[in-house]
């Protein structure tokens, strides 16, 4: 009987631990695969910041959004572009030189992460570029 008892503690301890494990390491999440939840542009974005930042953080944080607007400027280093000179987005895949123009057109997908009130710029990661 005691032998029994022992057995099932240590089955329900074990898939206790393997419960908490799959919670706690779940996969990461693939922006690019995922469908976006809002179209719009760096500076309409930008506008509703300004406008009322706590709304707009609950519209757009940590969402997946694709923008667009013309290139300000690019960092071949920090792999990352700047947009309209309002949104700062870093991209995924590696920027070639002479891949991406200043004043082009552009419109990247990635994960919207916030407003940075003290620079007056939004900011994104894990953008790949829309074709």
Known sequence: MKRKRIVLILIVVVLLGFA???YLYKGHRDIASEKESYLVTANSIFDEFKVDEAKANQK???KTIEVYGKISSVDLEANSV???EKLF??????IKNG???????I???GRFIGYDDLLGELKMDQCTVVK
């Open 60 to 62: 757009y944080l940590d």
């Open 99 to 105: 891949e991406l123009m200043v004043l082009s057109n």
């Open 89 to 94: 987005a870093v991209l995924k895949d590696k």
């Open 82 to 84: 700047i947009i309209d």
């Open 107 to 109: 419109k990247v997908k």
């Open 20 to 22: 908490g494990y799959s």
